[in-house]
């Protein structure tokens, strides 16, 4: 396999691979950069061999995705060979579009564990985000306490005088943590605001036409 050249100008990347030439025993494909174009993939195709014949007269008709990589983490650890590229191309635009906070609070809920791992739960819970939040560089009890105690304004511990040397931030850390249900990431606190979880995206036949990558093989079709 080609080795992927990592690019953060895209949010990830899928190697499209023919599957009649793999089960020949070659590995023939590309990585491809998502999002991308209807025009891109039919030229990926074409470079990959799908729609040309093999030894015996039959059209190469198949591809399946070998590997995926991508620079948010956890994001593509549900992902399997056969995904619908329509709706990766989709997920990948809607992260292209995000802003660096939500991009953050994104990779902190998916990092937790917090949500599903199909693509079509990651489409839903970028319209569901609002329903969280991220404390960075809160990564441990100790910092969480502090953060309460010191930071938030919710206490005001001048009035403790020498006292306020006793307080254990870890302690209390640890007591919000377990009464608020958050977590930690590396990106910092994660914290649900108990709200529902709505289901705005239903599958693939919710994805706009402009996101779509795969209309020529449609019209080839017909």
């Known amino acids: 396999m080609a080795k992927f050249e990592y690019n953060k ?8 691979t023919n599957l009649g030439k793999y089960n020949e025993g070659m590995l023939v494909g590309e990585w491809v950069h998502l999002p991308t174009t209807t025009k891109e ?9 799908i729609g040309q014949k093999d030894d015996f007269g039959q059209p190469y008709e ?11 983490t956890g994001l593509c650890r549900g992902f399997g060979e056969y995904e619908n ?6 997920l ?3 992260l292209d579009e995000m802003s660096d906070y939500d991009l953050k609070l994104f990779e902190a809920v998916v990092e937790a564990g917090d949500c599903g791992d199909s693509v079509k739960d990651l489409i839903n819970l970028m319209d569901n985000l609002d329903s969280y939040m991220v404390f960075s560089n809160v990564t441990n009890d100790y ?6 105690i010191e930071e938030s304004g919710c206490y005001d511990t001048d009035k403790l005088g020498t006292l306020a040397r006793y307080i254990d931030y870890e302690s209390f850390g640890q007591d919000v943590r377990s009464e608020e249900g958050g977590c930690f990431t590396s ?19 919710d994805i706009p036409d402009e996101y779509r990558v795969l209309n020529f093989e449609e019209d080839e079709e017909e």
């Open 187 to 205: 990106t910092g606190y994660i914290l649900h605001d108990g709200s529902s979880f709505t289901e705005y995206y239903e599958g693939v036949e």
């Open 143 to 148: 910092d969480l306490g502090y953060y309460y």
């Open 85 to 90: 590229l329509d709706e990766l191309n989709y």
């Open 9 to 16: 100008d895209y949010p990830f990347a899928v190697y499209v």
């Open 92 to 94: 990948a635009a809607r």
């Open 41 to 49: 993939m039919k030229e990926v195709f074409k470079r990959i061999g």
């Open 62 to 72: 198949e591809w399946f995705i070998t590997d995926y990589d991508c620079y948010v």
